[in-house]
Structure formats: structure tokens, C-alpha cells
């Protein structure tokens, strides 16, 4: 399976070719094997779906809030999501999940969606990117 994650050097996500990538002829699993291509597109497509979904409360898409921790892109085209809330008694909790689900299960190529919500690392302000301080005033 593709992973992408964020880097804690540069705090950007960055997809990482799973081992069986490589290693597996395509079609083996049934699918064909994705392209690095393939990969790119569909990752920056799906960012760019994500960037769409803003927490009703704060004027900001949950992305540049840095709520998104990791995305999988599997060989069958699943895609894993986990993702955080800015705190476990987000009003948002029900929604925002689904949310992001229905907005990555639009990203052409996308097969099923699965999105998880974790805790650790919790959330704080400096997860978020410049463009989300910029929009909040938060410098």
C-alpha cells in the first residue's frame, strides 16, 4: 500500500510507495499496479478535495489546520485517511469525518474511502500551516 504522511522535517504530506509496490507484477492483486504518476495525481487530487472541507467554527479548511495526519493509497485504490480534530470535544466530531470521506470518494479513481480518527500526536496550533495563520491571525 502507498502511504502518504506528513514530514516532520517540512510538515508536508509526501507519498511513500509501499513495498509490494515494487515487487508485485501488476494485476496480481487483481487491480492493475498504480503509476508513480498515478500516485502523484491521485494524492494531490485528494488534497486538494480534502482543502475543500473547513470546520464549521473555524474559518479555515481542516487541511492547512494540519487535522490531516496520513493518507493511503492502496493498490485496489483504497484510501485510508486519518485525521484529528483540534480537540476530543469538537462539536464537529460527527460531521467532519464525513466530510472528508465523501470528499475524497469524489477524487476520480478513488475506490473506497475509509476515514479514522485519531489522537496521538493530539493536535496544537503549530500543526498548522502559514496560509491557516495567516486566515486566523495567529502569528
Avoid: F
Avoid at 55 to 84: C, F, H, N, Q, S
Amino acid at each position: 500500500m502507498n502511504e502518504t504522511v506528513r514530514d516532520p522535517l517540512n510538515d508536508a504530506l509526501t507519498t511513500v510507495p509501499g513495498p509490494e509496490a515494487d515487487e508485485r507484477p501488476a494485476g496480481q492483486s487483481g487491480h492493475p499496479a498504480l503509476s508513480a504518476d498515478e500516485i502523484a495525481r491521485m494524492t494531490d487530487d485528494i488534497v486538494n478535495a480534502i482543502k475543500t472541507v473547513y470546520d464549521p467554527e473555524i474559518p479555515a479548511d481542516i487541511y492547512e489546520l494540519g487535522l490531516i495526519y496520513k493518507i493511503e493509497i492502496g493498490e485496489d485504490r483504497k484510501v485510508d485517511v486519518e485525521m484529528t480534530l483540534t480537540t476530543p470535544n469538537c462539536p464537529s466530531a460527527q460531521e467532519l469525518p464525513l466530510m472528508v470521506e465523501n470528499a475524497v470518494a469524489g477524487v476520480p479513481g478513488v475506490g473506497e474511502v475509509q476515514v479514522q480518527i485519531v489522537w496521538d500526536p493530539p493536535w496544537e496550533p503549530s500543526r498548522m500551516s502559514d496560509e491557516a495563520r495567516v486566515v486566523l491571525n495567529m502569528w
